[in-house]
């Protein structure tokens, strides 16, 4: 076989680097999904699709990526990571404001540096607590960023600043002087060739031996210390990478939006939604907290015009997913997949599936019937 094909169980796979080979589906999935993204604007000019929020979408996904290094290989859930994600925003914003950087380039960089910073602080005093502290702890610090943001003159309030150096005109993105819709396309290649390098990036980390002492880590940090690991250090470690993925996000969030404000990048609900969107997208795989994030923020996009309160129709989808597809949207989607394949070979799976349904709704109406008659009538 050559290089880029190995054979496995009599099966031809594509070997996209050392240690990663996909199956022929697998890896047709991935060659269209990189298509669908290259495509994305121009698919946004002739369907209603939201180039904008989709772009956003993008880039709260590769929040939860990082996120999902600490959620699916230690067992940490942080509910702080509007921190970093907000330290990146407002890193190119006072870059650009009160410095007058001009270079994309450089912003970005400062984006990451500063969340990086931050992410090493935080996890230095989070790394030895577990559970329900670990994740008090990162929203604690979460809300004194905010709380310090807000309240400061340098940040403009809750005004917020602009990413334009000059005040009318946006970033230089490779030395070149865009106008708004260039701009933003050219941002967008650029967002989706990071998100590429940092998913591979990921891959790599979490299938080297630091990524497997995180999952010890993770099973149990007694046996992981007994065994020589060094527990709060790659903890630490672990926090700040996470941090990482976070203030490129935020950087990137920054550049698009141009305009950085605390709200949208710092409250405590956006550290909520960005974990929500690793759960959605699918905590055991790679590249479900990006489609988490498209997902999630085109629903909360919609639901902002359709619905008055709209954080609690994400609350439902959440239940949702949580009852119907508790791997998620990714990680359903392989047993969703044998499920269809086996009532397609046997069609009196499909009636059974019906006659589940239907009796599952008889019981539930019986029951609220008779609830109903117990609180008009009281109990015979």
Excluded: C
């Amino acid at each position: 076989m050559s290089r880029f094909f190995v054979e496995r169980d009599g099966e031809t796979h594509v070997r996209l680097m050392d240690g990663m080979v996909l199956s022929r589906n697998r890896a047709v999935l991935a060659a269209v999904g990189l298509v669908a993204l290259l495509a994305v604007p121009d698919i946004a000019r002739v369907t209603p699709l939201s180039f904008a929020t989709f772009h956003q979408g993008i880039l709260f996904g590769l929040a939860a990526v990082g996120l999902n290094l600490l959620l699916r290989h230690t067992q940490l859930v942080s509910f702080g990571h509007a921190a970093f994600f907000g330290a990146g925003a407002y890193a190119t914003a006072v870059l650009a404001s009160h410095y007058d950087v001009s270079s994309g380039f450089v912003l970005l960089l400062g984006a990451v540096v500063v969340a990086t910073a931050i992410a090493l602080l935080v996890g230095y005093f989070v790394a030895g607590y577990l559970d329900i502290y670990f994740a008090l702890l990162t929203l604690a610090f979460n809300q004194v960023l905010f709380a310090f943001v807000i309240q400061s003159a340098y940040f403009n309030y809750s005004d917020g600043l602009r990413v334009r150096p000059d005040g009318l005109n946006p970033p230089t993105l490779f030395g070149l002087e865009l106008g708004t819709t260039a701009y933003d396309i050219v941002l967008y290649y650029v967002t989706v060739g990071l998100v590429i390098v940092s998913l591979l990036a990921m891959w790599r980390l979490v299938n080297s031996p630091f990524g497997r002492a995180l999952d010890a880590i993770g099973q149990n940090r007694t046996r992981a210390r007994f065994i020589g690991i060094p527990v709060e250090k790659y903890v630490w470690i672990a926090v700040t990478i996470s941090g990482l993925y976070g203030g490129l996000a935020g950087g990137l969030f920054g550049l698009l939006q141009l305009h950085v404000r605390p709200e949208p990048t710092l409250y405590v609900f956006v550290s909520g939604e960005i974990l929500f969107m690793a759960i959605l997208g699918g905590v055991n795989t790679l590249v479900g907290p990006i489609v988490g994030g498209i997902v999630l923020v085109y629903l909360l996009n919609l639901s902002r015009f359709y619905v008055e309160y709209d954080h609690a129709l994400t609350g439902i989808v959440l239940l949702a997913v949580v009852v119907f597809l508790p791997q998620g949207i990714l990680g359903s989607v392989p047993k969703i997949g044998a499920g269809l394949e086996r009532r397609r070979n046997d069609p009196s799976l499909v009636r059974r599936d019906v006659s589940a349904v239907v009796s599952s709704i008889r019981r539930g109406a019986s029951r609220a019937i008779t609830t109903a008659r117990i609180i008009l009538f009281g109990v015979n």
